[in-house]
């Protein structure tokens, strides 16, 4: 069996392009929310939500600023290795007549993955916003399982994509 894995350079699909616009927008929300929360938001706010969606820590409104430069990170980090999918480990050996295809999968899972934790970073920060002018936050107690729904579900349908496309 051999290591090598053929170097494919795949193109821009219509999906894909639509996904990074996706998280595009989604950035410019973050960073909108920052500054505009910035500006209107007490010192203190809610910072941290325990599993029941409660807010059970307060801090400096200067944590605004932390998603959405891990977005951006996230964001950067994605579309740059996605540029590189002959270096990933996959479930299945890569031939020259599969790569085109495994590549393409790894690369779909990348930028929804991409676009899904942009678009949750923009949910948290509107409710770090709307959560700080309320008297009881409450983030909800269906955040966390159906974040993780979404982000493993998204994960375990590409990987069953790659796995039927050997």
């Known amino acids: ?39 209107t938001l007490p010192d203190t706010i809610p910072i941290h939500f325990g599993f029941d969606g409660k807010a059970n820590g307060w801090g400096s409104k200067k944590i605004l600023w932390l998603l959405p430069i891990v977005g951006l990170a996230i964001y950067g980090l994605l579309t740059f290795i996605s540029r590189y999918p002959h270096t990933f480990n996959y479930l299945v050996v890569i031939t020259e007549e599969n790569a085109l295809r495994q590549y393409q999968i790894a690369c779909s ?38 974040t993780l729904i979404i982000i493993f579900g998204t994960i375990g349908y590409w990987l069953s994509q790659s796995l039927m496309a050997r």
């Open 1 to 39: 069996m051999s290591i090598y894995k053929p170097v494919i350079v795949i193109f821009g699909l219509d999906l894909a392009q639509m996904l990074n616009l996706s998280a595009l927008a989604g950035l410019l929300g973050l960073f909108g929310i920052a500054i505009y929360a910035w500006f």
């Open 109 to 146: 899972m990348l930028n929804w993955l991409k676009s899904e934790m942009v678009w949750t970073f923009v949910y948290i920060e509107w409710q770090i916003f709307y959560l700080a002018t309320t008297e009881n936050p409450n983030l909800g107690v269906w955040f966390v399982p159906v």
